[in-house]
């Protein structure tokens, strides 16, 4: 079947600007995740959603980052006031429940020039 | 919450030998351990995991070990291949908690 999709592939951007970045999980998967990686290096957890629960919003690393799931599937990562340090990849990440294997969108490449 | 460890950072072995890549955890309730392969400009994606009521899994040239009372995980590549080269990545999670937490990673090459 259709794995977790993700869109746009790339994105650039001018500082300062606003932008969104779209998640489509695994049909059925109640748990999303995104996560941030920068060139070279790990996954950074951002936030997680679960069902209908509040959302996780532990690794959001400034109230710039904002993110929202509709009807429990499409999720949607928003940067306000875009800074250079934000250029990284942004993978997206769902799971059919919390703590069970993931699987990973392709990913947003954003570069904030 | 949990906290993963990943060590080597890097690793360069030559075709053919066996690599070994070693996680601690901290959170004690944690039971489940996956590993994801990501190749260059890929997703990460899933090359096996285990869950904490077992030792050991393999999987052709992978296998996964657990010492639960040590707290750490090993991934072994036996064999290996060029494109075995990848970042390798585990994580540590209780089963039905959002609180997986993933390693630094570790850079694997493989020299033909």
């Known amino acids: 079947g259709a794995g977790v999709s993700q869109s746009p592939s790339n994105k650039v951007t001018e500082k300062g600007k606003d932008v969104e970045l779209r998640c489509d999980p695994i049909s059925g998967h109640t748990a999303l995740y995104w996560y941030r990686q920068s060139l070279g290096q790990g996954l950074e957890f951002l936030i997680y959603?679960?069902?209908?629960?509040?959302?996780?919003k532990s690794g959001l690393p400034s109230d710039r980052f904002s993110a929202e799931r509709t009807g429990g599937s499409v999720s949607t990562l928003t940067i306000q006031r875009t800074q250079q340090e934000d250029s990284a990849v942004y993978l997206c990440?769902?799971?059919?429940?919390?703590?069970?294997?993931?699987?990973f969108g392709p990913g947003t490449r954003l570069l904030v020039l | 919450g949990e906290n993963v460890e990943q060590h080597p950072s890097t690793l360069s072995v030559q075709e053919g030998d066996s690599a070994v890549i070693k996680c601690t955890y901290s959170d004690s309730a944690s039971n489940y351990f996956p590993w994801y392969k990501q190749e260059l400009g890929k997703r990460p994606q899933l090359i096996i995991d285990?869950?904490?009521?077992?030792g050991e899994k393999k999987d052709q040239r992978i296998a996964v070990t657990l010492n639960k009372t040590a707290k750490h995980f090993s991934l072994h590549i036996t064999e290996t291949q060029p494109e075995d080269s990848a970042v390798y990545f585990c994580?540590?999670?209780?089963?039905?908690?959002?609180?997986?937490?993933f390693g630094a990673g570790t850079r694997l090459t493989v020299k033909p």
């Open positions: 959603f679960q069902g209908n629960s509040a959302p996780d």
């Open positions: 285990i869950r904490s009521n077992v």
């Open positions: 990440a769902s799971s059919r429940q919390g703590g069970e294997t993931q699987y």
């Open positions: 994580a540590a999670s209780p089963l039905n908690n959002n609180d997986m937490r």
